[in-house]
């Protein structure tokens, strides 16, 4: 079992630099062959990818047929690691920007719109209103704009859903709905191996 500073080091590693993410980045599995997160996705740098490899922290899954050479030999850029320790998920979801669209389907709580997202206090800040789970949904712009600082029932506009904090299974299932742009063909089967067949 990782100790907690490396468990820390490993959950954010793949939160790097989004650049180093566009060319042969690798899926990272927990020692369960689960993603160690769908929320983002968690990806690695392949240059993360090989350093794991080199220091026996991963075993490789799938590679690209990319190669990478060093001085005395050529290595397959890895596209799926599983850790071989177990890393433990954490049990709280973060409050940040892309978790509450995540949790909120990307689209405006007030009338369903997928353009020109933010996020609106249901109980205004003015007015005693928190920066919470419990109070902070997406909205767009135009809805944001006439709800503005008032009270939601003298706006006009009703909640889709009662906002709440999300647990981490929830922030998984939605993360499953949402997938990055970029699905490499060798990742597929691990992010929904564990997916409920149709009867």
Not at 12 to 40: C, G, K, W
Not at 61 to 88: G, M, N
Not at 177 to 187: A, C, D, K, V
Request: aromatic residues 12%; glycine residues 4%; proline residues 8%.
């Amino acid at each position: 079992m990782l100790d907690h500073g490396d468990r820390d080091e490993f959950r954010t590693q793949f939160v790097r630099e989004p650049l180093a993410l566009r060319r042969f980045p690798a899926l990272v599995l927990n020692a369960d062959y689960r993603p160690l997160s769908y929320y983002p996705l968690s990806l690695w740098p392949w240059q993360e990818a090989i350093k794991a490899v080199c220091l026996d922290r991963v075993t490789i899954l799938a590679e690209y047929d990319e190669v990478v050479r060093s001085q005395k030999e050529a290595i397959r850029i890895p596209s799926v690691v599983v850790l071989k320790e177990f890393v433990r998920p954490q049990k709280r979801v973060a409050f940040t920007r892309f978790n509450l669209f995540l949790r909120d389907g990307f689209c405006c709580q007030y009338c369903g719109s997928k353009s020109d997202l933010t996020f609106d206090h249901v109980v205004p800040r003015s007015r005693g209103g928190v920066t919470s789970w419990e109070n902070v949904v997406a909205a767009c712009a135009p809805c944001n704009l006439k709800k503005a600082n008032k009270p939601l029932k003298a706006s006009g506009l009703r909640l889709r859903r009662a906002p709440a904090a999300p647990s981490p299974e929830e922030m998984h299932q939605a993360g499953r709905r949402f997938p990055p742009g970029h699905l490499h063909e060798s990742w597929i089967d691990f992010l929904y191996w564990d997916a409920e067949l149709e009867a």
